[in-house]
């Protein structure tokens, strides 16, 4: 059940609570700061299930065309205006709460209970005389977010298969299907539904595609892998040595990376070597080279201008940016990990992990 799915159900269970006069029980501590403090947090739940419940139908333009047709718009902005009532009421009682004024957070917390329970019903009403169930926008909502899904993986597996491959045109193909299912919605369905599965039925050939690339891969070729990135550890060792006797900060440039320092880096990366070296998992091995460029690309920037600022030579030394070398970077043309190089799974290219038009 996603969120939109459990607004009425939190809602209403929310203020069952304090019309069944059962507070105490919710509140549940003894003292006035703490009772106080807690019917303010339940108020302020209250009013941000609330809201959501306003804002699923106020962003539906086919609820909206039903309630107007219906003759029951003023209503609807009526109770609009109310819960913002009941708004300032709970921001009353915060600040009530930070003055220490708990009878007056109580107050203002339970009128503003209220308050947004009367709305809640008030709006019910007024979508059972309008025709509008609300059960079918939420099926909207979550036909929304499978489809957002599907759109994200998507773009994952465009990250890892070369342009050149036929498996990325059947994730373009998916991406069309995706966008269509979305233009669909939400007058219609069904269609939108039957594109997503389309999508869905496209991802997964591509998955498959990916996973029989990965059964290519046998151990040498991982370790012939994972050795070359060994090498570029040590590599990193050395640049991070030569910027420091510069005066470089080399653990508060690693610290923006998300890195303590030096010997932190060098252990994750590390770990991530060892880790790829029994798997079959493709975005393993990714990763590893992801994170070479990314490092290599932050450290010569960050260096350079370090230099630049302190009149030194800033020609930096990357790992092949634009170069001959043997490494991860860009248009790079030695033995590199599917950087335009020819690595795992034919021509390489596009940046990828080299899925490639071989394929």
Do not use: W
């Amino acid at each position: 059940m996603n969120k939109r799915s459990k607004i009425a159900v939190t809602i209403a269970l929310t203020l069952l609570l304090i019309s069944m006069g059962s507070t105490a029980a919710v509140l549940g501590q003894p003292t006035p700061e703490t009772r106080a403090a807690r019917i303010v947090e339940v108020a302020e739940g209250a009013s941000e299930k609330v809201e959501d419940f306003i804002f699923l139908i106020d962003s539906n333009d086919t609820a909206k065309d039903m309630i107007d047709d219906a003759g029951l718009t003023e209503a609807f902005e009526g109770n609009v205006t109310l819960y913002g009532e009941g708004v300032e009421k709970v921001e009353d009682a915060g600040e009530c709460l930070a003055i220490d004024d708990y009878e007056g957070a109580m107050d203002n917390a339970t009128e503003a209970l209220s308050i947004f329970r009367e709305v809640y019903r008030s709006i019910n009403n007024i979508l059972y005389n309008s025709g509008v169930k609300l059960g079918q926008f939420v099926d909207v909502e979550e036909l929304e977010e499978a489809i957002e899904r599907s759109q994200e993986r998507v773009e994952e597996l465009k990250e890892l298969i070369s342009v050149d491959a036929p498996a990325y045109d059947k994730l373009m193909d998916a991406e069309g299907n995706l966008t269509q299912a979305l233009e669909f919605l939400p007058d219609n369905m069904e269609d939108a539904k039957a594109s997503l599965r389309d999508a869905n039925s496209l991802i997964s050939e591509v998955c498959q595609y990916l996973k029989e690339i990965a059964q290519e891969l046998n151990p040498q070729r991982i370790r012939d892998y994972c050795e070359g990135a060994y090498q570029y550890r040590e590599r990193f060792r050395e640049r991070f040595g030569q910027a420091g006797t510069e005066g470089f900060d080399v653990n508060g440039f690693l610290q923006t990376q998300g890195y303590q320092n030096e010997d932190d880096f060098m252990a994750s990366f590390q770990e991530m070597i060892e880790n790829a070296k029994g798997s079959e998992d493709l975005e393993d091995l990714e990763e590893i080279g992801r994170t070479i460029r990314e490092m290599d690309g932050s450290l010569t920037q960050e260096v350079g201008q370090y230099r630049s600022r302190h009149g030194q030579d800033a020609t930096g030394s990357g790992f092949g940016q634009e170069s001959s070398g043997s490494g991860y970077g860009q248009e790079a043309s030695g033995s590199g990990y599917g950087q335009n190089t020819g690595g795992y799974g034919g021509s390489g290219g596009s940046g990828k992990m080299g899925f490639g038009g071989g394929q």
